[in-house]
């Protein structure tokens, strides 16, 4: 380890496994197909103020999120590289942030190293590297926020100190501007402890007020825009998106309080037979400034979301980092010390879990096929195996050689999350990549008028590929609720009562796109109620209905 520099071969691995399969496989609804499109219509329109989604009001988010996105979009092609560049350079510039902090607190390449590595191979943080939302881009700047705060606390001259508070104040204005107030509640969260613990809250009244001047600073001009342009904005963001979703019995995706901790143990496969040596190390070594401000760091923002009742996993994603730091930590002092026990535990799980979704996939391929029997089935279960047998090989090697090939699991989740996507079978890719449909029937599309889909996610993958916000919502709202209650936008709902007449409106203008999603009960009914005729396409429960014109 030194003998050669980490980092090449970190950019290596980097390269190979997040950002060639970049464009391999479709977009995911919903999520991957909204950010495309929001952030393309950005670019089409020219407002990158107020985010718009199909052309209606979205204020979910803030803005900033979607312009890095559509930055993406506006280098590399609106395709599917253009849309995932940002949350994988996010995860990137995390990684490097990962390692810069693990050198800074004990000057060790080995340890420094392994906190990159573990943290670029944790499975939460490795799957999200290539999938567009905006968690990737938001755990940036809350790493960064905090990773600025131990340099500006640990700083050794005042030039160093002013320059580490003013890029903490720079990462909040841009996690507030990627997903609003938790940016700037997170660094509080943990500075206000450790600073009382350590002393020093004189020292966070001085230079404190630099770091909030330079967030409001880089905040303003954007919150002021929002605010002349769509004076309901702050309204709907700050009590619908925080006070709701944080308190409210009612909240959106609300989940009992402990339903982080077995995610927890989840996001850091393959490395989760770890945590308890490393949570004892942490409780033993409590006291060193560090370690300390470490376990603030992961502790205090998991029960912060403990408490909320909207819960996703990718929630605790800022928890990731300081984990990955103790948790290398802990790992290199093993390797030392000649104590493999929990690296062979680690390795022999894994392992297990591997053997064990062979068998299941064989099993069920057997017994009741997921894959089907034609070519492109086939290469596709031939890609899953290749995950499974890297997976249980990488392991293998790991439970068997630990003092050498500790870092092999790496290897084998590169694997997952640069082949398992393109290795789905058909019922799920034909199903949850809808943009791929489109494109197969693209050239048709291209010649309708009009446009019309019953679900979100198969609509914004239709605008998203033909460029055309303006798609009508056929028996569906969703995220679009409060939107479409706008009186410039309200024509936008059709009903079951009146879509036929719609079609019969619109064929009078040319040719009508119809995308439906048919798999339940309703949607049966509201494929029912279409006219007959025009042109049919199906693609497992997606079903593509051109209508001519009719004068």
């Known amino acids: 380890m030194t003998r050669f520099n980490p980092l090449p071969w970190l950019l290596l691995g980097f390269a190979v496994f997040f950002l060639l399969p970049l464009g391999l496989h479709g977009l995911w609804t919903p999520d991957e197909t909204r ?16 985010p718009h989604f199909m052309g209606v009001r979205y204020f979910e988010k803030p803005a900033a999120g979607y312009w890095l996105i559509a930055l993406g979009q506006a280098v590399f092609g609106e395709n599917l590289f253009g849309v995932r560049i940002a949350s994988v350079l996010s995860t990137g510039l995390s990684v490097l942030l990962a390692y810069l ?53 640990d700083s050794r001259t005042p030039r160093e100190r002013l320059g580490a508070w003013a890029v903490l104040g720079l990462a909040c204005a841009m996690g507030f501007m990627t997903k609003g107030f938790l940016a700037w509640l997170l660094p509080v969260l943990i500075a206000v402890p450790y600073v009382l613990w350590q002393r020093r809250v004189g020292e966070l009244m001085r230079y404190g007020p630099l770091a909030v001047l330079v967030a409001v600073l880089v905040c303003l001009p954007w919150a002021l825009a929002i605010h002349v342009r769509e004076p309901d904005y702050w309204h709907f963001f700050f009590w619908h ?31 989760a037979a770890l945590l308890p040596t490393t949570l004892l190390k942490t409780w033993q070594e409590k006291r060193q400034p560090a370690i300390a401000f470490l376990a603030l760091w992961l502790l205090l923002p998991l029960g912060f979301f403990s408490l909320s009742k909207g819960k996703l996993p990718t929630y605790i994603m800022p928890c990731l980092l300081p984990l990955a730091l103790l948790m290398g930590h802990g ?26 979704a062979m068998v299941l996939l064989i099993y069920l391929q057997i017994t009741d096929p997921l894959y089907g029997n034609s070519h492109a089935e086939m290469f596709s279960l031939s890609l899953v195996f290749i995950v499974l047998l890297g997976w249980i090989l990488a392991n293998l090697l790991q439970a068997v050689r630990p003092m050498t090939l500790w870092a092999m699991p790496a290897l084998g989740i590169g694997l997952l999350v640069a082949l398992l996507p393109a290795g789905m079978p058909a019922l799920i890719a034909d199903n949850e990549m809808p943009d791929q449909f489109v494109l197969e029937h693209l050239d048709e599309l291209q010649q309708t008028q009009a446009l019309l889909s019953n679900e979100l996610g198969a609509a914004s993958a239709l605008s998203w590929r033909l460029r055309r916000p303006q798609v009508a919502f056929y028996s569906t709202v969703g995220e679009l609720r409060y939107g479409l209650h706008y009186q410039d936008s309200a024509h936008r709902k059709i009903t079951l009562d009146n879509v036929q007449a719609w079609l019969a409106e619109a064929r009078q203008q040319g040719s009508v796109g119809v995308l439906m999603r048919v798999r339940s009960t309703s949607e049966h009914r509201e494929e029912g109620q279409l006219p007959l005729g025009g042109k049919r396409y199906r693609k497992g429960n997606l079903v593509l209905t051109i209508y001519p014109r009719q004068p």
């Open 331 to 356: 790992l290199i002092d093993l390797i030392k010390q000649g104590r493999v026990r929990t690296i062979v535990i680690n390795g022999a799980v894994n392992f297990t879990l591997g053997m064990a």
């Open 241 to 271: 998106e925080h006070i709701r979703r944080f308190a409210a019995d009612n909240a959106q995706h609300a989940r009992p309080m402990w339903f982080f901790l077995p995610i927890m143990v989840v996001a850091c496969l393959p490395w």
């Open 101 to 153: 902090l693990a050198r800074r607190l004990w000057n060790d390449p080995r340890k420094s190293f392994a906190c990159a590595l573990l943290y670029m191979s944790f499975g939460l943080v490795a799957g999200q590297a290539g999938y567009s939302n905006l968690d990737p881009q938001f755990t940036l700047w809350v790493n960064l926020s905090l990773v600025t705060l131990w340099f500006a606390l």
């Open 35 to 50: 950010y495309a499109q929001v952030s393309q219509e950005m670019l089409m329109s020219g407002n990158w103020v107020a």
